[in-house]
């Protein structure tokens, strides 16, 4: 993986067989980015592991293939365990169906090309709120 880091952007480039979270926190980690809002990601993937979130557990489904990132979205906050890319995503088989979803796991396939929006404003959380964890953004002293 490769990135590069400035207040207004973080831009990433990662590589074949690399994992997309862990990516995104070494290089939020390696810029000093602790809350951040995704701006874009596209590329390709190898298999990528969606879930579904039943009020008290996520229901998990891998997809194992060739597919290409079409839309990602999300944010980067903290949570218990640290920091926590909370990602949906958009993919596309070659065959042009499409399939989406709350991304637990995705492995890069050749490039993916993401780009973060830094926030020094405020500082993201996550907290239980009514048996959901939720994003509870609180503004910087």
């Keep these: 993986m490769q990135y590069c880091g400035t207040e207004e952007l973080l831009a990433l480039h990662i590589e074949d067989g690399e994992n997309l979270h862990s990516c995104i926190v070494t290089a939020c980690q390696g810029s000093n980015v602790d809350s951040a809002v995704v701006i874009s990601g ?30 990602l979205s999300g944010d980067i906050s903290f949570r218990r365990e640290g920091m926590y890319p909370h990602l949906h995503g958009v993919f596309s088989s070659p065959d042009h169906q499409v399939i989406g979803g709350h ?27 009514n048996a959901f964890e939720a994003l509870v953004p609180e503004r910087r002293s």
């Design 42 to 71: 596209l590329g390709m993937i190898s298999s990528v592991t969606f879930g579904w979130f039943t009020g008290k557990e996520y229901l998990k489904k891998n997809y194992d293939g060739t597919m290409e990132l079409i839309s």
């Design 103 to 129: 991304i637990m796991e995705a492995i890069a396939m050749r490039n993916i090309e993401l780009f973060l929006k830094p926030i020094y404003s405020q500082h993201f959380n996550r907290r239980d709120i």
